[in-house]
């Protein structure tokens, strides 16, 4: 190991180059960069150097509750000793506590410190570092001002000059700001910085890992159903939202479907403004169990570009075998009959893969051939062999009426009590409409006009055939012992 003992932390300062930065109301702001570096005591490490930005591999994983995980690796020349290493394009949201820098090569590094530098350059940053320092401002009518400057706000400047005289500029008149140096703390995009100690000199390839916020995914579905209503094609999406702060290029992307346990989620910067949606067509993504959890990972990397949503194929399945049902469920809804869409997520269904979360939209072709929707609604987690139900709305053409017809309290701890259930089909053809009530303590069917089903402690259902314009009427007595 080298020898060589961390010293106090220096700082640099540069001479002037002049850049222009935009942002100053009506005008534009001029500062400068270091061209030549001097240093105060002790001499600075020197820094190690990126070999090249396409030399970097990127992979992010997406979890759903607006948290990513990204791991950046990228070829690195550190000096043998002490250097001081600085990695840019992190996210903005990134919580600095998660931040993990492994050495990927046969060399070891000893890690001395670590920063996190996110005071970014603005123009109001700028200039209220500059008050009581020299400025040179340039006028929309060519004139050049110089001068101290000894206030700023959102509409003027006013400025000193050498013989102590003031001069009070409207800001929408003012074309440049020129400043001498960008000053020190400040910096362009966050920012990573490690001081290291390496054992020899050469190319070293690194990993950073950390987490961010600002990332999540949601899954989209949309069915197709067939003329007849028995089948359906299926077609997922997962549609990946950054607002991260960051873009990551041609990374490889993992998907995590479920709700980790997060001891403290980090506040992110959220932005207003989203870019137009991308998509990437249907590819059969590889989906396995991690942990408690689901994973999907995309075969093909991807470009993750901040403020943008991002479409990736999850599924593609033809020919699912579909039912259409009619419910009745008063808690629900009293006044109307439910219709869903229910088909079994198993291979012989033509799927048989863990279904994310997320919002499905059932369409049907029209006569004249184009596709109009039909409803929608969201699915849990679903998975493999299991049933899919998809509420697509109501039932236009069956009515319903439902009424309590008596109520008797036979003893202190026994009631009874007498409902009634009249369907009307006014479609063309029969269907079965399933009713499902609910009751709870210890109860028993008395009297019912039609068979029922137990379906748990409390709840039973009465599945009923119905033909067209021939109201049905379902009539039961329930009764209950406290």
Not at 86 to 97: L, M, Q
Request: with cysteine; aromatic share 6%; charged share 25%.
């Amino acid at each position: 190991m080298n020898g060589t003992r961390q010293g106090r932390r220096i700082e640099t300062r540069g001479a002037a180059v002049m850049v222009v930065i935009a942002g100053l109301v009506a005008g534009g702001l001029v500062t400068a960069s270091p061209a030549g570096a001097q240093t105060r005591g002790k001499k600075e490490p020197a820094p190690a150097t990126e070999k090249t930005a396409a030399a970097r591999d990127v992979a992010v994983t997406v979890y759903n509750d607006n948290l990513g995980v990204v791991k950046d690796r990228r070829p690195f020349t550190l000096a043998a000793g002490i250097s001081d290493l600085r990695f840019t394009d992190v996210a903005s949201s990134i919580d600095p506590t998660s931040v993990h820098l492994r050495a990927l090569g046969r060399s070891p590094i000893e890690i001395l410190w670590q920063d996190y530098r996110y005071d970014l350059v603005s123009t109001e940053k700028l200039l209220g570092r500059y008050v009581d320092q020299p400025i040179e401002v340039s006028t929309k009518d060519d004139q050049i001002r110089k001068g101290t400057l000894l206030s700023h706000d959102a509409g003027s400047l006013v400025l000193q000059d050498p013989a102590g005289g003031l001069t009070l500029l409207n800001r929408g008149e003012v074309r440049q700001v020129g400043l001498k140096e960008l000053p020190k703390g400040l910096i362009t995009r966050p920012t990573l910085v490690w001081r290291l100690r390496a054992d020899a000199a050469g190319e070293q390839p690194l990993e950073v890992s950390y987490m961010t916020g600002g990332l999540a995914w949601h899954a989209e579905y949309v069915a197709v159903l067939d003329a007849s209503e028995t089948n359906l094609d299926l077609q997922g999406w997962a549609s990946v939202v950054n607002r991260s702060g960051a873009t990551y290029d041609e990374a490889r992307i993992k998907l995590v479907a479920g709700s980790i346990h997060r001891a403290q989620a980090p506040r992110p910067e959220m932005y207003s403004d989203m870019r137009a949606v991308k998509g990437i067509g249907a590819m059969e993504m590889q989906e396995r169990t991690f942990f408690e959890y689901h994973l999907y990972e995309v075969p093909l990397r991807a470009t993750l570009s901040n403020n943008e949503v991002k479409q990736l194929g999850l599924l593609h399945a033809t020919g699912v075998k579909a039912a259409k049902r009619f419910t009745y469920d008063a808690n629900r809804d009293n006044d109307n009959v439910l219709v869903t869409i229910e088909f079994e997520n198993a291979q012989a269904s033509g799927l048989g893969m863990p279904l994310p979360e997320g919002v499905a939209r059932i369409f049907k072709r029209d006569t004249d051939g184009s596709l109009e929707l039909a409803g929608e609604d969201r699915i849990k987690h679903t998975p493999k062999n299991e049933r899919v139900r998809m509420s697509v709305g109501n039932a236009f053409d069956i009515g319903v009426e439902r009424k309590q017809n008596d109520f008797r309290q036979v003893t202190p701890r026994i009631t009874e009590q007498s409902f009634e259930i009249v369907l009307r089909n006014h479609k063309s053809e029969s269907v079965d409409v399933t009713i499902s009530e609910h009751t709870g303590g210890d109860w028993e069917l008395v009297k019912q006009s039609h068979p029922s089903t137990k379906k748990d402690a409390t709840t039973f259902e009465f599945v009923v055939r119905c033909a067209p314009e021939k109201p049905v009427t379902v009539t039961y007595t329930l009764r209950t012992r406290s």
